[in-house]
């Protein structure tokens, strides 16, 4: 918005040129974002310790969990309002594809939500069934990938590492798209368990997006890097920077002892944001790098249940992988920031790609 406003006063006003630039407009969400989150966090707090939205734990957890009990949820709502209107404040509006990743964001927020409106209302851990739930996220998937085909994205995939291996999937990308933000909401609904981990890794995945965005939408840092080019996409830069402000003031909040939890409606709209965000800068394989963490978690849950079905034994103590080191004797802190530091590594790991092709 301020980009339409303020830029074409340039020819009269030359400071206003500085609009013109994703830098500074990135800089702009990030500020925007953390001041708005941490603005609004202790309002939004109160409200919902004045609804009596609090969080309800899963008798088959861990035992220390319990005094979690009735800490206010659903602070994802938080991280959605000053995720989207920095966005929409700072990003250009003429620009698809920020509106499909805020509207693929909300979307999966509003799944969170129902599920969450339920867990509070039934005053028990369940909410939406996993089926529904899975065939909602599945179908907002199938939407976003079905956008990118009327928006003649490019369905080919490229490699980290390999820069020659480059396959162009057709109409199976549709397919590859809803895989990826099925899994992605999941992976970080599985992680969003202890204080701060969820949104401290999200914060690290945002900002090495940020980097991706901005060379797959800048043609010549993208030809000199060897990686894909994608017109526009330069923009959800300013996207990414929001999510980075935006976790940060949330981590002011959610850091351990937690005043709030993000609920489903924060935990399943940042997977898919992260999810949409890797797809639109063609840097889908390298998420499993760039949301390590999230991935472990993930894999955590799908072995655990397999070996439990299969073999009638556990591989862990308790899954998702977080909890197994709470139960091996790991405290909360501790796997809070060990987790952070596994996080950053792998972001580093995926930033070195950019040179090791």
Known sequence: MLYHLLYPLSDS?????????????????????LVLSLALGPIMIRTLRRLSVGQ?????????????????????????????????????LDNPFVWLVVGTTLAFGAIGFADDFLKVRRRHNQGLSATLKFTLTAAVGAAFAGVLLLLSFETTITFPFLKNLVLNLGTFYVVLVML??????????????????????????????????????HSIAAEYL????????????VFCGALLGASLGFLWFN????????????????????????????????????????????????????????????????????HHFELVGWKEPQIIVRFWIIALLFALLS???????
């Open 56 to 92: 309800t734990i899963r008798d088959e957890g861990p035992k220390s969990h319990q005094s979690k009990a009735g800490t206010p949820t659903m602070g994802g709502l938080l991280i959605l309002v000053s995720l989207s209107i920095p966005t929409l404040l700072w990003a250009r």
């Open 255 to 322: 850091s351990h002892p937690a005043q709030v939890f993000m609920g489903d409606v924060g935990s399943l709209a940042l997977g898919g944001a992260i999810g949409a965000v890797a797809i639109l800068c063609k840097q889908e394989i390298l998420l499993v790098l760039v949301g390590g963490v999230f991935v472990l978690e993930g894999a955590s849950v799908v072995l655990q249940v397999g070996s439990f079905k299969l073999r009638g034994t556990r591989i862990f103590r308790m899954a998702p992988l977080h």
């Open 180 to 217: 990826i933000l099925v899994s992605t909401t999941h992976s970080v609904n599985f992680t969003d368990g202890l204080d701060g981990l969820a949104i401290g890794c999200i914060l690290i995945a945002g900002a090495t997006y940020a980097i991706f965005t901005y060379i797959a939408g």
């Open 13 to 33: 006003i030359a400071a206003f040129n500085v609009f013109r630039y994703i830098t500074f407009r990135t800089a702009g969400a990030v500020l925007t974002a």
């Open 351 to 357: 930033l070195s790609t950019l040179k090791l092709r």
């Open 226 to 237: 060897q990686v894909a080019y994608v017109p526009q996409v330069g923009e959800v830069t």
